[in-house]
């Protein structure tokens, strides 16, 4: 790696450390629930860093057509944080999620506060961003989502009407 890229990025490499990774509803506005699908943490150039996260497009545990079920850590690796309601939920289900950018199912955040988390291991003075899928439900307006590494927010992003894909700056773990 060139001098020029150490100064501007950091070493890479560091030690690896268990940090827990964030999701949550942050507005009030509308009907209060907004979609996240295929959640993929990256490295400074953006490319994907595979098996860092478990179950990142939320689909399992399997809904079938038309099902929901609250997230479980048992089932879906994902811990439900804070007010409201996370939501496994299948395309063709009750909250008009379909078209879902990957494949059948997608993650339901309804309420503020509404969250989930999940244990995740990254190296210590490396920088990463984090690559997802978001909407609000139709009706919505202004709904917004904050992604958080240990307690400290990495990125906010306000959920359109319609699927759309969004990349955080990079964010450094200590």
């Not at 990774?21 to 959640?39: C, K, M, R, T, W």
């Not at 099902?67 to 690796?77: K, R, V």
Request: proline share 7%.
């Amino acid at each position: 790696m060139s001098r020029r890229r150490l100064l501007l990025f950091g070493s890479m490499g560091g030690p690896t450390k268990a940090v827990t990774l964030a999701l949550i509803n942050q507005e009030y506005p509308g009907d209060h629930s907004i979609f996240v699908d295929q959640l993929e943490i990256l490295d400074v150039a953006g490319n994907v860093m595979p098996g860092i996260l478990a179950n990142s497009g939320f689909e399992y545990p399997v809904q079938g057509q038309g099902g929901m079920a609250l997230a479980d850590p048992a089932t879906s690796n994902w811990t439900p944080t804070g007010v409201g309601n996370a939501i496994i939920h299948d395309q063709f289900g009750p909250f008009g999620t379909y078209p879902i950018p990957q494949p059948n199912q997608c993650l339901v955040l309804q309420l503020a506060g509404a969250g989930v988390s999940q244990t995740i291991l990254l190296s210590s003075g490396t920088y990463y961003r984090i690559r997802f899928w978001i909407r609000q439900r139709y009706g919505g307006a202004g709904l917004q989502i904050a992604f958080f590494i240990d307690g400290v927010e990495v990125h906010r992003e306000s959920g359109p009407n319609a699927w759309t894909q969004y990349t955080s700056l990079p964010f450094l773990i200590s």
